[in-house]
């Protein structure tokens, strides 16, 4: 199983959001190219990096920091954040990521989801958030009154090749993740899923493993790794 180390962006810090509300969020004095390296250092391959500005303007905020953080260390980034035009994908494309996590853009146009797939073969991951297994976007501000699960059957052979899928309920709560919800949109999917949101211990990562699900791709884990809830030497025993 593949483990995700989170950087999420704020004003070139870092930083950890409770449920994505940019009012309850907490600094950290590391800066994010110092984070990655920090992870590069303990063994890890892979990095989760979300854009907040990005998100919240719609640009691609920190474009220079995940071109720097690229080109310096050797992991497979995925990123997210606001990303909703082809030309904000081919940026972040060309810094080196190994996917482009589309969220709110690609779930309110399913066009534009169809004809990144089409464009950037494998390179395109989407982002499903949900409350109760409804899907929220806009920041996880707004609810569409659609089940993640019946999305997905939309838009099932458009190419996505990964589905992040996030409780939004149990995101930056340390609460354990939703395995439950996360299983379910495997069963469907016809790309690898990652867990998202809850992680609190390295108990729940050893749980995740246990499902033993070929289509559970990966764990994100972040606010635990920033609170020393997981201490890194520990999370990095858990690489396959």
């Known amino acids: 199983m593949k483990i995700f180390p989170a950087i999420d962006i704020k004003e070139k810090k870092c930083v950890r959001l409770i449920k994505g509300n940019f009012d309850n969020k907490t600094e950290y004095e590391i800066s994010p190219i110092d984070q990655a390296g920090k992870y590069k250092d303990y063994g890890f ?57 589309l969220g709110t853009g690609a779930i309110k146009n399913k066009e534009f989801l169809r004809k990144a797939c089409d464009k950037f073969k494998n390179k395109i991951a989407l982002g499903l958030d949900t409350k109760d297994g409804n899907l929220f976007v ?43 919800a996360t299983i379910k949109i495997a069963e469907i999917s016809n790309c690898p899923v990652v867990i998202s949101g809850g992680v609190s211990s390295i108990n729940d990562i050893q749980k995740a493993k246990e499902l033993n699900n070929k289509k559970i791709e990966g764990i994100i884990v972040g606010k635990a790794i920033y609170d020393g809830d997981i201490k890194l030497d520990e999370l990095v025993k858990e690489l396959d």
């Open 138 to 180: 806009t920041g996880w501000k707004e609810s569409l009154n659609i089940k993640a699960t019946d999305f997905l059957k939309e838009i099932n052979d458009f190419g996505v090749s990964r589905i992040i899928f996030t409780d939004i309920n149990r995101d930056g709560m340390k609460t354990s993740p939703n395995y439950e």
């Open 45 to 101: 391959k892979n990095l989760h990096i979300v854009d907040l500005d990005g998100a919240f303007t719609g640009n691609t905020a920190n474009l220079d920091i995940i071109k720097e953080i690229s080109n310096k260390y050797d992991l497979k980034i995925e990123i997210g954040g606001g990303i909703r035009t082809i030309d904000s994908i081919k940026k972040y494309i060309d810094t080196g990521v190994e996917k482009v996590i």
